[in-house]
């Protein structure tokens, strides 16, 4: 059996079994209360038994993993507390990833993939606009119609709302105003640095799911400081993107000694704050399902009521830090924690949570059976690598020694909506061109005769004013008898 330990205190160790690792998890607690440590002794932990790990670093402070600790006093001190015997200073094969690809390798993803669920809550449609932007992708895909990029689902906007006519009957009323209504969304969302995440080469989900040659899970870690900032909807969207793939994809594993992956999300209530419900329908059952996949989710926010109850009941693992209760309202939120917990009737979970100190942490895990354990109060381990983020100079000269390097950097623009319209609306437009000419040329000739019969009709009547004398009656005859065949 391969077991991580999370900490302890007084004699007492608290150790998960990785068999659990895909019972998900939650760490929560204040600002400043140890959850960042928490989340680095996890995922080394996982790491060290052979599971690739997916982690968020939000305040930039996560890339210290991929190097050794340096010993100082109070480590020392933690170590002693916990009867840690075994422990070691060491770093962690890692790979650094940043959407607006300055500080890792790019991650991008189709628009096709993304598909018009997510695609809608990133824009922040309303249910009209987002049923037209679900008849947007139907049309694309009956008419063969890649969508990678953002000026794809531009250009298929427009094109839509050119043919909007003669595409009602089949696929009901396209509203201009929605149409509108979406493009400006794009606008917005162009602004916040999307650009750079739609498009390909996609990523590959494989390459989440590393081990280095000693064995050990390599740590993916995604640079999401700016993201959060920037745009903290496209962050929830990617996440949430990241969990629907690889369920879709991933082969079912049944109950096996250890995760296939684990994945950490900070700032978890982003995922779920104006989600709309069908959204949140689905996190929540494929949160229920994936764990059949070998995946576990681990949620990090200031408290679990952050996530939603029908998913906090699915997490096994439970690490809670200190909170604060200033007013009923945080007293209230304090004992709705405490009840999450198993009880133990050593300790006062309420009023521990509230004298939890920096690093200290409430923990539960699930027993071999699948049962919560009683909670215990612990110190967290301190973990093996450095604590803070590596120098700009030390995170470039690990990417440089990525094996990934060079695989993503070059984005690939092939032919897909945007060229496919243009070409249809050029050849549209010179077969409108050509007949537009057809008409007018017909014109012309009609013109053209009309012209030279007003030029005869002038003629018989100067003639008619000659008719005085014998000469001119004669030429009269002539011509008269020229023209309507008599002789």
């Not at 659990?20 to 440590?37: E, L, Q």
């Not at 879709?248 to 900070?266: H, I, T």
């Not at 009840?339 to 200290?360: H, S, V, Y």
């Not at 013109?447 to 009709?457: D, H, L, P, Y």
């Amino acid at each position: 059996m391969q077991e991580i330990l999370i900490g302890g205190q007084e004699g007492i160790k608290v150790f998960m079994d990785a068999a659990m690792g895909n019972r998900h998890g939650m760490i929560s607690g204040a600002t400043g209360t140890g959850k960042t440590i928490t989340l680095q002794v996890l995922a080394e932990g996982f790491s060290r038994i052979g599971v690739p790990v997916f982690l968020a670093d939000i305040k930039g402070d996560l890339s210290g993993i991929t190097t050794a600790g340096k010993p100082n006093e109070k480590i020392a001190e933690r170590i002693n507390q916990i009867g840690i015997s075994d422990y070691q200073q060491r770093g962690n094969a890692a790979v650094f990833w940043d959407i607006f690809a300055k500080t890792g390798h790019p991650v991008r993803a189709t628009i096709s993939d993304m598909g018009p669920l997510l695609l809608s809550n990133l824009l922040e449609l309303n249910d009209t606009q987002t049923g037209v932007l679900y008849s947007c992708f139907k049309i694309a895909d009956d008419n063969g119609l890649l969508l990678l990029d953002l000026k794809d689902l531009r250009a298929m906007l427009a094109w839509v709302g050119n043919q909007g006519n003669d595409l009602q009957a089949e696929y009901g009323n396209i509203a201009p105003a929605s149409l509108g209504a979406i493009q400006r969304q794009l606008l917005v969302l162009e602004e916040q640095g999307a650009e750079n995440f739609f498009g390909e080469p996609a990523i590959q989900l494989e390459d989440f799911c590393k081990t280095d040659f000693s064995g050990n899970g390599v740590i993916s870690i995604l640079d999401a400081t700016d993201l959060v900032s920037k745009s903290p909807r496209l962050y929830a969207t990617f996440l949430l993107w990241l969990l629907s793939e690889l369920f879709e994809n991933l082969p079912e594993v049944g109950d096996a000694d250890r995760p296939k992956l684990v994945l950490f999300f900070d700032e978890a209530h982003l995922l779920f704050e104006q989600a709309p419900k069908p959204l949140v329908d689905k996190i929540e059952q494929i949160v229920r399902l994936i764990r059949s996949k070998g995946v576990g989710v681990y949620f990090i926010s200031q408290s679990p009521l952050d996530v939603p109850e029908d998913i906090l009941g699915q997490l096994g693992l439970k690490i809670q830090h200190a909170l604060r209760a200033y007013t009923p309202k945080d007293q209230q939120v304090v004992k709705s924690v405490a009840g999450t917990f198993r009880a133990n009737p050593k300790i006062d979970t309420e009023t521990a949570i509230q004298e939890l100190k920096t690093g200290e942490a409430l923990v539960s895990v699930l027993n071999k059976d699948g049962s919560p354990t009683p909670v215990e109060r612990i110190l967290i381990c301190p973990p093996g690598s450095q604590i803070g983020p590596v120098s700009t100079e030390q995170r470039a000269e690990m990417m440089q020694r990525s094996p990934l390097n060079g695989r993503y950097e070059q984005e690939i623009d092939r032919e897909s909506a945007y060229e496919m319209l243009k070409q249809k609306t050029e050849r549209q437009n010179q077969e409108e061109l050509e007949e537009k000419q057809q008409k007018e040329e017909k014109k012309a000739a009609a013109a053209g005769s009309s012209k030279r019969q007003s030029v005869t009709e002038a003629l018989l009547k100067n003639a008619a004013r000659s008719i005085g004398t014998t000469v001119g009656r004669q030429i009269v005859r002539g011509i008269m008898g020229s023209l309507l065949g008599r002789r």
